[in-house]
């Protein structure tokens, strides 16, 4: 437990602070940091994303098969397909190890999903209908690799995609938003900041307590394009 809340205030300050090591994976370059995300961080992007998909409308009608880009332990992309009725879902990310969580993750939850090695930055070819989701990712991304990025997740919208983008709120951690924001916006997509009450896992619970983290509620932000503004 020690070894677990000793590496979970280190990721907790590569998240704040350097982000952008997370993609080179230098922030889960240990048992105790790939641990410490996956005991902690996973199940709060689970909640979070789960709680969004149905106050956005995006499970309305259910996408015809969800594709979680830069996935990790796959629990965004997990969240999204439940709350949409069990839609198959793929993860794709860089890191080995995420891959394997995320297949993990699938077969916990009873879900018709795959998750394999690629770079989050190359869409696959997805038909109108299907969702895509990128769950701090952007983030993690230098200027150009996110700028072209975000070129397709809007040509994806354009082609009936659902596009559902998910951020840290801290505005420290991405000072392109606003600007992003307003393509997405002017694009007939919607963007929200969002602070949701929670009743945590007992064991995230107690590794927030030892680590010094409030997790009262969790604070983020969110583009989407596909549903109603």
Not at 106 to 113: I, M, T
Not at 216 to 229: D, M, N, R, T, V
């Given at each position: 437990?020690?070894?677990?809340?000793?590496?979970?205030?280190?990721?907790?300050?590569?998240?704040?602070?350097?982000?952008?090591?997370?993609?080179?994976?230098?922030?889960?370059?240990?048992?105790?940091?790939?641990?410490?995300?996956?005991?902690?961080?996973?199940?709060?992007?689970?909640?979070?994303?789960?709680?969004?998909?149905?106050?956005?409308?995006?499970?309305?009608?259910?996408?015809?098969?969800?594709?979680?880009?830069?996935?990790?332990?796959?629990?965004?992309?997990?969240?999204?397909?439940i709350a949409s009725g069990a839609?198959?879902?793929?993860?794709?990310?860089?890191?080995?190890?995420?891959?394997?969580?995320?297949?993990?993750?699938?077969?916990?939850?009873?879900?018709?999903?795959?998750?394999?090695?690629?770079?989050?930055?190359?869409?696959?070819?997805?038909?109108?209908?299907?969702?895509?989701?990128?769950?701090?990712?952007?983030?993690?991304?230098?200027?150009?690799?996110?700028?072209?990025?975000?070129?397709?997740?809007?040509?994806?919208?354009?082609?009936?995609?659902?596009?559902?983008?998910l951020e840290p709120i801290a505005?420290?951690?991405?000072?392109?938003?606003?600007?992003?924001?307003?393509?997405?916006?002017?694009?007939?997509?919607?963007?929200?900041?969002?602070?949701?009450?929670?009743?945590?896992?007992?064991?995230?619970?107690?590794?927030?307590?030892?680590a010094g983290l409030n997790q009262?509620?969790?604070?983020?932000?969110?583009?989407?394009?596909?549903?109603?503004?």
């Open positions: 437990m020690q070894e677990v809340t000793r590496a979970l205030r280190a990721l907790s300050s590569a998240y704040v602070e350097r982000r952008h090591k997370v993609a080179h994976g230098t922030t889960l370059d240990s048992r105790g940091k790939r641990a410490a995300f996956a005991l902690f961080y996973a199940p709060l992007h689970f909640l979070a994303t789960y709680h969004i998909v149905h106050a956005i409308g995006a499970i309305a009608p259910a996408p015809s098969r969800i594709v979680d880009i830069g996935c990790g332990t796959g629990t965004a992309g997990a969240a999204w397909a839609t198959p879902v793929l993860g794709i990310d860089r890191h080995p190890w995420a891959v394997e969580e995320a297949r993990w993750t699938y077969r916990v939850f009873g879900l018709n999903g795959r998750a394999h090695h690629g770079d989050a930055t190359r869409l696959p070819r997805l038909p109108g209908g299907s969702g895509l989701i990128a769950a701090y990712v952007l983030n993690e991304l230098l200027d150009a690799a996110r700028e072209r990025l975000e070129a397709s997740l809007l040509a994806a919208a354009d082609t009936g995609v659902r596009v559902l983008i505005r420290s951690v991405t000072p392109w938003w606003d600007a992003t924001a307003k393509r997405v916006i002017g694009a007939g997509g919607r963007a929200d900041e969002w602070r949701i009450p929670v009743d945590l896992p007992p064991i995230v619970d107690r590794l927030a307590g030892a009262q509620e969790l604070k983020l932000k969110s583009l989407y394009l596909g549903g109603p503004a």
